[in-house]
């Protein structure tokens, strides 16, 4: 005879909504991430805002296909009781695999390499443009080609502080320290 799944409420799930006693649930099974708390890579600030609810979606957005593996060891060994999934979370994890499926997560260190090397000359013109020039235009452009630079760290910074987006850990935080996101 099989044995049958142990079940809580969400009402129940609900009480485990703080430090040292925090679960989630993801896709139904619920999790004890109380102890992981204080070494998620993402801090402690997103596990204790979504405590005690379905982080589905949230898990699949902020994390690598590669994640779910470890979830296995965190598995309380209840389900969450008339899990549902609403239509617009569907649609959702549907657009996820689809877009996992032509690739367009997977970590790509050369374009970030690259983007990398464009804000290094984008700065690199825009002070020789206010340095070696004394053109009202020129000091605009430089300014203009500053602000695009800025904008293109920061979108390194914001990327590699979420995600892996260089081949390896200490590329990757290069990547962050270098735009200025540390």
Known sequence: MAESRRHISQKELGKHNKRGDLWISIQGKIYDVTDWAKEHP???????????QDVTDAFVAY???TTWQYLDKFFTGYYLQDYSVSEASKDYRKLVSEFSKMGLFDKKGHITFYTLLVVAVLFAVSVYGVLCSDSTWVHLGSGALMGIMWIQS?????????????????????????????
Do not use: C, T
Not at 155 to 175: L, P
């Open 154 to 182: 920061g979108w390194i910074g914001h990327d590699s502080g979420h995600y892996k987006v260089m081949s390896r850990k200490g590329f990757n935080r290069f990547a962050q320290i270098l735009s200025g996101n540390w």
């Open 63 to 65: 994390h690598p296909g």
């Open 42 to 52: 993402g801090g402690e600030a997103p596990l204790l805002s979504l405590a005690s």
